[in-house]
C-alpha cells in the first residue's frame, strides 16, 4: 500500500464549481499534513497546512480525518488559474521528512 | 528574494560521466533536501541535510552522493549517472525554527542520461 495516495483524476471542471480532493494516508503517527500545488513543470508551492480542526483559506478549505486517515482540499468557485496538479503530502514523525501523494490534476475550463 | 537556486536547469549528459548539480539558499535554512519526480511515482526524497556536516538517505539514496560543507549549499553528486536516473529533480529548504513555513523548493533541474 503507498504512503499517500492520491486519486491522480483528471478532474476537468467549469469555472464557478466547487471541486474536492481526497488523499489517504497509512502512517497513523503522522503528525502534519499539507497541500502543495505543482504548475506544469514547475517546481511544488505550498498551498495550506492542514489542521486537526480544519482549515480555511479564502476559497479553500483543508480538512483532516485521523479516525479514516484521510485529508481532503475542497475549492469553491474555480478559477481558471487553479488549473494545476495538487499534492497532498504527509509530514511523518520526523522533521523535514515529506511523503507526497502522486497528485490529483485539476483542470478549469471556461 | 529569498530562494533556492538549481543549477544546471536543463543538462543532458552520456552514461558514467560524473556530474554535480548545484542548490543554494538565502534564507539561513538548517534544512535541505533533495527530491526526484517521475511520472507516476511522484516526488522521491533522495537525501536530506539537518545541518552542516550532518547528511541522511531518504528513499532513493542509490546512485547519489551528498555533501553540507556550508549552510547555504547543498550538492547532488552523481558520480557514475546512468539512463534511470533520467529524472526532474528538485532541491527544497526549510527552516528547523518555530512552526512548519513550508519548503521553498528551487525551479528543478532536468536530467537526462542517455
Known amino acids: 500500500r503507498k504512503e499517500v495516495e492520491q486519486d491522480p483524476g483528471p478532474f476537468n471542471v467549469p469555472e464557478g464549481a466547487t471541486v474536492a480532493f481526497n488523499c489517504t494516508y497509512s502512517n497513523s503517527a503522522s503528525q502534519s499534513f499539507f497541500w502543495y500545488r505543482q504548475d506544469c513543470r514547475k517546481e511544488p508551492k505550498l498551498l495550506m497546512s492542514?489542521?486537526?480542526s480544519g482549515n480555511e483559506d479564502g476559497r479553500f478549505t483543508a480538512q483532516l480525518n485521523r479516525a479514516s486517515q484521510y485529508i481532503s482540499l475542497l475549492i469553491r468557485d474555480s478559477k481558471l488559474s487553479d488549473s494545476a496538479t495538487y499534492l497532498c503530502v504527509e509530514g511523518g514523525t520526523s522533521y523535514g521528512k515529506l511523503t507526497f501523494g502522486q497528485g490529483t490534476i485539476l483542470t478549469v475550463h471556461p | 528574494e529569498a530562494q533556492v537556486t538549481q543549477n544546471p536547469r536543463y543538462l543532458i549528459t552520456v552514461t558514467g560521466k560524473k556530474l554535480t548539480v548545484t542548490c543554494s539558499q538565502n534564507m539561513n535554512h538548517e534544512y535541505m533536501s533533495w527530491y526526484r519526480q517521475d511520472p507516476g511515482l511522484g516526488l522521491r526524497q533522495i537525501y536530506y541535510s539537518m545541518n552542516v556536516e550532518v547528511t541522511d538517505k531518504g528513499d532513493v539514496p542509490e546512485g547519489y552522493k551528498v555533501s553540507r560543507k556550508e549552510k547555504r549549499n547543498f550538492p547532488l553528486i552523481l558520480e557514475s549517472p546512468s539512463p534511470n536516473q533520467t529524472s526532474l529533480y528538485f532541491c527544497a529548504s526549510t527552516s528547523l525554527q518555530g512552526s512548519y513555513y513550508g519548503y521553498t523548493f528551487g525551479s528543478g533541474t532536468r536530467l537526462t542520461v542517455v
Open positions: 492542514v489542521y486537526s
